[in-house]
């Protein structure tokens, strides 16, 4: 039964007092630098001597927004030691960790991370169930808010999902090794299978809230552009409207006395105005029939 040592935020003193084993000068620095939004490191898993290497990232839902939780593993015959980052926002991520040999627990750990990406991807489709619902209630502002971000954190999210895959299936093809020797039992290879299938399953979850971004990104265009018609529609039946009364106003208003028996008319006046009334209410029939208005 291997040790576990679980580190929080270590300063280079303790680390290297709970190292087991003389690890690389650049897996120290990465261990000892802490996660910001714009230095979010690549997740991977490398055999390196006497020991494995790895980083994980973990998402995390918080205020519809994405957040990344960093654990950093050494992985020892002997010892599992894990390092934990307190990220800018929220709280670091909290590890349950079952006795047993170190590339068991370290299977345990990246399982968790498997399960903060299913979480993070179940949160992501709610919230785009939630804007395709709002698509004929919200403003055009901030339909397109919502849209833009959810894109823009699905994206974040992928951009980890598929290193992290990418670095499981590495452990799970036998490409990691120690000092020429497998580093991982078969066991714990089996272990790792099924964590890797859960991050497949997380990115097909994503793909498919992708696809129902753009399937919402879709219909409000559409809706837009059904708007816009609507708004053509009634600007022409308007214009129709006047266009006619205008014409007629038009013909009587020449200075041509003696060729318009209507101005000399006694009713010529009432009959420019019926005939002005007449015209427009039968363009009102016409486009009511039409449904324009």
Known sequence: MAEWIDLLDPTESELREKL??????????????????????????????????????????????????EVDLIVTREALITVRKTPEHGKPIELEVAPG??????????????????DAVDELDEQVDEVDNGVDEWSAVQVRNRLKGLRHEILRVRRQLGP???????????????EGAEAIPHEV???????????????????????????????????????????????????SLLL????????YGQNFAHHFPELHWQYGYLWSWGLIIV???????????KRWI
């Not at 802490?34 to 995390?60: K, M, Q, S, W």
């Not at 964590?195 to 559409?222: F, P, S």
């Not at 009364?245 to 013909?251: H, K, L, Q, R």
């Open 20 to 69: 087991p084993v003389e690890i690389d000068p650049d897996a120290v620095a990465r261990l000892l630098t802490p996660i910001r939004h714009d230095n979010e490191p690549r997740p991977r898993f490398e055999g390196r001597r006497t020991y494995v290497f790895g980083i994980l990232i973990a998402p995390l839902c918080m205020d519809q927004e994405i957040y990344f939780d």
């Open 101 to 118: 040999r170190a590339g068991e627990m370290a299977a345990a750990v990246a399982d968790q991370v498997a399960e903060r990406f299913l």
């Open 164 to 178: 992290t895959r990418e670095a499981l299936h590495k452990v799970v093809d036998r490409r990691v090794d120690v």
């Open 189 to 239: 290879e089996i272990a790792f299978g099924d964590v890797y299938d859960k991050l497949l399953r997380a990115v097909d979850g994503l793909d498919l809230a992708r696809d129902l971004l753009a399937g919402a990104r879709d219909y409000h265009q559409a809706k837009i552009a059904n708007d816009q018609n609507e708004v053509m529609k009634k600007l022409t039946v308007t214009a």
């Open 244 to 251: 006619v009364p205008t014409f007629i106003v038009g013909v």
């Open 279 to 289: 015209t427009t209410l039968f363009q009102l029939w016409f486009f009511r029939r």
